[in-house]
């Protein structure tokens, strides 16, 4: 049971990195039997306060304490020997193992010079079975979904009788009933006197699970809050530095479409589909609005957006782009004809990791021009130190290379190679998923700005919230199906809900 005691403790926190001061003079305390979360945007220091927690990094001056000892993790394994255990997003396990040998691997019990396999095997059954979950522990993890794998990782944490639980972003590939299920397991092991770090960008997730707050800005520590009396508003302000102005309000668009702009059609498409992959749709994106994909995961969404753009080939159906007959065989020529991707996977998809700033940002524009009509390399730079600048891009400069961004950083520098093309029509898919609230932000308002500025954007997000402050027009998909399309008035929450649903 929980005693409500410090168990961590890390006081005057600093780390440098070349050209970059990630944190500097940090304060963070964990309580017994609390979960503590973590805030701040992409680059507040969130990630290198981990990282120097749990031995991926080496802290420049400071001190970390451990239920009273002084402690100075070298590696992930030297941590989770002191006691500290984390469990990324992405989860880092073996999938060709099985559960059990997963859970126990490197600690194997012996018995008479072999592994026992039996004993491991019952053990991984009883750990599991404190989380309330009842698998075949024998069977290879990859059979089993996202979230029971970080039950798994969970499990392996327990074994190794973890004081700290860091959860870093677990929940971005979980739907909702395998989030709360999760928020089960974390308050279980709160009652039971652990301390977990909780690290989310979902500020519902915030308010739901969280005793207290800690928040990051710029590598400095903001303050730690009680959850129950620190608003929403109070955080966002707390975490960009800023009393928060909103945006622009969707409503305030709406009347626009009613008339005569929302007959300047882009793109139409009739009966276009891909077997096994999206139903046949019709579908209209007009100049200058906001049209969502809404649906739940699986619903068919981004599968829309692939046959679309040219990545998945249609079996089914016609495209006009500007009322003339167009057909995509690839991306390339989608690009060609005005239109942009940002797809989902921006670390697999989007990014060339060991590229710089600058490489990245002009990707889209030498394709298009032609691998032989060269950017000179003083172009290259005044492009970049354009868009570092109106993205406000957090960068040590535009030869930095782009995996060593921030996510929401990354996010920001794929948008930049977009709209260095000018495109007529941009496709953002999950554009500010696992990014900080003050970089959505920043985000969402330039999508509505861009629209004002006669482009049209389709725009595709697992939050209902974003796309019913950004979205003028949304066509709503269930069981890889547009089912209904929804405009002006019937753009409310229990609306789409409902048209979702089926109801």
């Not at 410090?6 to 017994?32: D, H, Q, W, Y």
């Not at 966002?236 to 622009?248: S, T, V």
């Not at 690009?335 to 060991?354: H, L, Q, V, W």
């Not at 008035?489 to 109801?503: N, R, S």
Request: hydrophobic content about 40%.
């Amino acid at each position: 049971m929980a005693d409500n005691r410090t168990i961590l403790t890390m006081k005057g926190i600093s780390k440098s990195f070349p050209g970059v001061k990630a944190l500097t003079n940090v304060n963070f305390e964990l309580r017994s039997g609390e979960i503590h979360c973590l805030m701040g945007e992409n680059g507040a220091g969130k990630s290198t306060l981990i990282k120097v927690l749990t031995g991926v990094e080496t802290l420049d001056t400071g001190e970390i304490t451990l239920d009273g000892k002084s402690i100075r993790p070298n590696s992930p394994h030297n941590a989770q020997q002191l006691g500290i255990s984390t469990v990324y997003q992405e989860v880092n396990l073996c999938s060709n193992l099985s559960v059990a040998e997963n859970i126990f691997i490197g600690r194997e019990p012996i018995r008479f010079g072999h592994i026992d396999w039996q004993e491991i095997n019952k053990r991984s059954a009883v750990l599991l079975s404190r989380l309330n979950l009842k698998i075949d522990v024998t069977q290879p993890l990859e059979r089993y979904s996202v979230a029971i794998q970080q039950m798994v990782a969970i499990a392996r944490a327990l074994d190794v009788s973890a004081k700290v639980l860091i959860l870093d972003e677990p929940t971005s590939s979980l739907d909702a009933k395998e989030v709360e299920k999760l928020f089960d397991v974390m308050r279980k092991l709160k009652n039971d006197g652990m301390g977990i770090v909780f690290v989310t960008h979902f500020m519902d997730q915030v308010y739901a699970v969280s005793d207290r707050i800690t928040v990051l800005r710029n590598g400095e520590l903001v303050g730690t809050y009680n959850t129950a009396e620190l608003s929403r508003v109070q955080l966002i302000a707390k975490m960009i530095g800023k009393e928060f102005d909103g945006f622009k309000e969707k409503t305030s668009k709406t009347d626009e479409y009613s008339g005569q702009k929302a007959l300047e059609t882009f793109l139409t498409v009739k009966g276009l589909g891909k077997q096994g992959s999206i139903h046949p749709f019709d579908l209209d994106v007009n100049k200058g609005e906001v049209l969502g994909f809404v649906g739940l995961l699986g619903s068919g969404r981004t599968e829309m957006a692939r046959v679309l753009y040219g990545i998945d080939q249609p079996d089914t159906g016609d495209m006009m782009v500007r009322a003339k007959k167009a057909k995509f065989k690839s991306p390339a020529d989608a690009i060609k004809s005005g239109m942009a991707f940002c797809p989902e996977n921006r670390k697999t998809e989007g990014i060339i990791a060991d590229l710089s700033v600058r490489e990245n940002i002009i990707l889209a524009l030498q394709a298009k021009l032609g691998w032989n009509k060269y950017i000179s390399r003083k172009k290259q730079e005044d492009f970049a130190d354009k868009y570092i600048k109106l993205l406000n891009i957090k960068t040590a400069g535009p030869e930095q290379r782009v995996k060593n961004l921030s996510g929401g950083n990354q996010q920001k520098v794929i948008l930049a190679r977009w709209l260095l093309i000018n495109p007529e029509l941009l496709i953002l898919d999950e554009p500010t998923r696992g990014i900080d609230i003050g970089t959505k932000a920043e985000i969402q308002k330039l999508i509505l700005e861009l629209s004002d500025q006669r482009m049209s954007v389709i725009f595709i997000s697992s939050e209902l919230d974003e796309s019913l402050r950004c979205c003028s027009r949304m066509a709503v998909l269930r069981d890889r199906m547009k089912v209904a399309e929804l405009s002006g008035e019937e753009i409310e929450e229990k609306t789409v809900m409902q048209t979702i649903a089926g109801v």
